[in-house]
Structure formats: structure tokens, C-alpha cells
């Protein structure tokens, strides 16, 4: 045990209330999307909120996932509303992105600011929007469109005898 009355010295810890856990912006986030969100948490000192730093290369290489990826954590993050971009980055003057955590209160010069948990305002339906809502789908398809003027179709035939695929010959 540490000090009287305080935690083991068991370091540092990322406390994520329920609400944030059990949210549905949180249950569909991918795999690499919470390893991104929980590097960043790793990041965040209580006093540096908007100025949370971590490039896509630093990503990529603290968690040994591609640069792509990790592309795609920080905008789908964004979209469900986890962090919020303040600064971008600048490649030429070595400068990595400074990011909001948006379940944190964050510190300004005219004083402290609740966390804006823009995370709750996230809902599937928002995501995916009523192109993708099966309800929205038609069960019965279109009629198909009437030939356009022309030849009718023949099938395809090739105009060699050679095999194609690895060209080795058998």
C-alpha cells in the first residue's frame, strides 16, 4: 500500500465511467479505434486537454498497427464523438495533431470547462444514416430497364488458346 489513505503504487490508470462503456458510440467503435482513443487517454495529464498530442506515426508504432488504420481510428473517433481536433499537425515543422478528449474538462486561460461528452449525441442511426437502414430497403427490386438500341449481347470468347494464370506451361 502507498501513502495512508491513498491507492497502491500500482501507477497510473485510464478510469472510463460505465456510461462511456456502455454507450452505443463506445460499444461501436473498432478494435483499433480503442487502442488509439486509450493512447491518447495515456497522454492526457488532467491539464493538457486540447493539446493532447499523437501523430499517426506515433500511433502506429506504440501499437503495431498501419498507418491507415490508425488514419481511420482518429476520423471514426471523431465522427462518434470522442475527440475533437484543435490543432492540426504539420509534417514539415515535425508537429503532431493536438487533440480534445471530449470525456475530460479541459482548462483554459478564462478558467475550467466541463467535458462536452459529444459521444452521447452519437446513435446508430445517425451513423448509418437511411441509405444503409434496412427498414429503408426496397424487398422488391426495380423492373429492369428496357435494352438500349444496338446489337444483342453474345457471350465473351477469347480470341487466344493460351491459358492465362501463371504462365508456366503444362
Same mark, same amino acid.
Given at each position: 500500500?502507498?501513502?495512508?489513505?491513498? =491507492?497502491?503504487?500500482?501507477?497510473? !490508470? +485510464?478510469?472510463?465511467? !460505465?456510461?462511456?462503456?456502455?454507450?452505443? %458510440?463506445?460499444?461501436?467503435?473498432?478494435?483499433?479505434?480503442?487502442?488509439?482513443?486509450?493512447?491518447?487517454?495515456?497522454?492526457?495529464?488532467?491539464?493538457?486537454?486540447?493539446?493532447?498530442?499523437?501523430?499517426?506515426?506515433? %500511433?502506429?508504432?506504440?501499437?503495431?498497427?498501419?498507418?491507415?488504420? +490508425?488514419?481511420?481510428?482518429?476520423?471514426?473517433?471523431?465522427?462518434?464523438?470522442? @475527440?475533437?481536433?484543435?490543432?492540426?499537425?504539420?509534417?514539415?515543422?515535425?508537429?503532431?495533431?493536438?487533440? =480534445?478528449?471530449? @470525456?475530460?474538462?479541459?482548462? $483554459?486561460?478564462?478558467?475550467? @470547462?466541463?467535458?462536452?461528452?459529444?459521444?452521447?449525441?452519437?446513435?446508430?442511426?445517425?451513423?448509418?444514416?437511411?441509405?444503409?437502414?434496412?427498414?429503408?430497403? =426496397?424487398?422488391?427490386?426495380?423492373?429492369?430497364?428496357?435494352? +438500349?438500341?444496338?446489337?444483342? $449481347?453474345?457471350?465473351?470468347?477469347?480470341?487466344? $488458346?493460351?491459358?492465362?494464370?501463371?504462365?508456366?506451361?503444362?
Amino acid at each position: 500500500m502507498g501513502k495512508k489513505g491513498g =491507492r497502491p503504487q500500482e501507477g497510473q !490508470y +485510464v478510469p472510463l465511467p !460505465y456510461a462511456v462503456l456502455k454507450s452505443a %458510440a463506445w460499444r461501436s467503435l473498432s478494435g483499433a479505434a480503442v487502442k488509439v482513443f486509450l493512447e491518447l487517454h495515456t497522454r492526457f495529464n488532467g491539464g493538457n486537454n486540447g493539446r493532447v498530442r499523437l501523430s499517426m506515426n506515433e %500511433a502506429a508504432d506504440a501499437l503495431g498497427i498501419g498507418k491507415a488504420t +490508425v488514419q481511420r481510428s482518429f476520423v471514426e473517433l471523431q465522427d462518434k464523438g470522442f @475527440i475533437v481536433l484543435t490543432t492540426p499537425g504539420a509534417w514539415y515543422h515535425r508537429r503532431a495533431h493536438e487533440w =480534445r478528449l471530449t @470525456i475530460k474538462p479541459m482548462q $483554459t486561460s478564462k478558467g475550467r @470547462i466541463s467535458p462536452t461528452n459529444d459521444w452521447k449525441n452519437w446513435s446508430e442511426k445517425t451513423e448509418r444514416g437511411s441509405d444503409t437502414d434496412p427498414s429503408a430497403v =426496397r424487398m422488391v427490386p426495380p423492373q429492369n430497364p428496357k435494352p +438500349v438500341s444496338g446489337s444483342a $449481347t453474345e457471350p465473351v470468347r477469347a480470341n487466344s $488458346t493460351r491459358r492465362l494464370g501463371s504462365g508456366m506451361e503444362h
